[in-house]
């Protein structure tokens, strides 16, 4: 999909991204082959992407997109020779009607269930969120290639594997049954964690942020949240986001070097976002038996509320934390119950509590293990130990910025200056 310039050019890529799940659902719903229906739905958003700026946005935009999709799988069904005569008449003349609850044609919303299909078991992370951003974002291949640094044709390959699995898994265009709904929900907030992880502290490349990948990720989250308004987990994760993403604009400083949290002109925070994260989570807690991802939101939260760092409650983070533990326990959450636990209780007992994840394989050689580390030792004074420690984390980190962030910390402790890294 293209972007337009001028704010109706943006207006319509915006209305573009949020009908393509629409109408790629309703495609698959009524004639499987999700590989060919997600086909014929990018060629009809190009269509519009060429056609609406100068044109004007029709009556019925989804019904728009619908027409022109289900065009295109009718001539490509007929160009294929071997099965022309047989699919070709039944795709013509054999379309199923709409059924009582869809109104008019295209008007159900297949969302959701598109989400499930996309987050399907039998694919990998990495597949997930790539079929995730490809057909449910409506993000072009080449698009979500550069979000991730890797080849055109690399995440072509992704994708078109993705389909694949999901054919040969057997995997039919339904919602999962109520067994199994739990589970897969939790895979698709997963992914759009991932998807919002991946452009809040991007893992490798130059820049720190993506922000066309956090926006997605929100935009998505929130579309959930508009289908699932009674899960409290759903809620939690838009304001886990919501809260993260207001500090972006005050996360880097000059020269692109990543700013902590505690060291960050919170002035430039967004107060809108922060707004309406908290009421999403506080209502959610309200209701809703806390759940991982409601945790995190919560402690987020608490960070926005204090006006200076010295204001951090961070007795009230730590029994956060320790709660997330308890149900979702993870070394990401060890990492940073220890950083607030030394907050609390002073950097040895953070430290202490870091001793085990030297065991822990799914830590092994992870610059954040020694960063936290690093920043412990730096608090309780054993500045020798917390140089080498922060020069360790800057040697197997792939994000630049952190590298260099890392890099001038060891610097500033060492007594020189950061040789123009900053």
């Known amino acids: 999909m293209s972007t337009f310039p001028g704010p109706d050019g943006a207006a319509v890529e915006d209305l573009l991204r949020t009908l393509a799940p629409q109408v790629l659902g309703t495609l698959v719903r009524r004639h499987g082959a999700f590989d060919a229906c997600e086909d014929a739905v990018q060629e009809a958003l190009l269509a519009a992407a060429v056609q609406w700026p100068g044109d004007g946005v029709p009556e019925n935009p989804r019904g728009w997109l619908l027409t022109v999709a ?5 001539d490509q069904w007929r160009s294929e020779r071997a099965r022309r005569d047989r699919e ?92 199994e709904r739990d589970e897969r929900l939790r895979a698709v907030l997963h992914v759009l964690y991932l998807i919002f992880n991946e452009g809040y ?43 993260t993403e207001a500090r972006r604009a005050a996360r880097t400083g ?85 950083v607030a636990l030394a907050m609390v209780d002073g950097p040895a007992a953070g430290l202490d509590l870091l001793r085990p994840l030297d065991g822990d394989a799914r830590m092994s050689g992870h610059h954040r293990l020694a960063a936290v580390r690093a920043h412990l030792l730096e608090m309780a004074g054993d500045l020798p130990a917390a140089r080498d420690a922060y020069r360790a984390a800057a040697r197997t980190t792939t994000s630049l910025p952190e590298q260099r962030y890392l890099e001038s910390r060891a610097a500033r402790l060492n007594g020189g200056d950061d040789d123009g890294k900053s």
């Open 70 to 74: 289900s065009r295109r799988l009718t």
């Open 88 to 179: 070709a008449a039944v795709f013509a003349e054999e379309v199923p009607e709409p059924g009582p609850d869809e109104g008019r044609p295209g008007e159900r919303d297949d969302t959701l269930t598109l989400l499930f299909l996309c987050c399907h078991p039998a694919l990998s992370p990495s597949s997930q969120v790539a079929l995730t951003l490809r057909a449910v974002g409506g993000l072009t291949t080449a698009q979500i290639a550069r979000a991730f640094l890797v080849p055109e044709a690399t995440m072509a390959q992704r994708v078109s594997r993705a389909k694949q699995k999901i054919k040969s898994a057997g995997a039919r265009f339904v919602p999962p049954p109520p067994d």
């Open 201 to 243: 502290t991007a893992s490798s490349g130059p820049d720190l942020q993506r922000g066309d990948l956090t926006a997605e990720a929100i935009r998505l989250t929130r579309a959930l949240h508009d289908l699932l308004p009674d899960d409290g987990e759903v809620a939690g994760l838009l304001a886990l986001m919501l809260l």
């Open 254 to 338: 000059g020269g692109g070097l990543l700013v902590p949290l505690t060291e960050q002109d919170r002035t430039l925070w967004n107060a809108a976002a922060i707004e309406e994260g908290t009421a999403l989570v506080t209502d959610a807690l309200t209701w809703s038996p806390p759940g991982p991802y409601q945790l995190q939101a919560a402690i987020a939260a608490v960070h926005a509320e204090a006006a200076r760092p010295e204001d951090t409650d961070w007795p009230q983070i730590l029994a956060l934390y320790r709660l997330l533990a308890r149900l979702s326990p993870n070394p990401m959450v060890t990492l940073n119950e220890a």
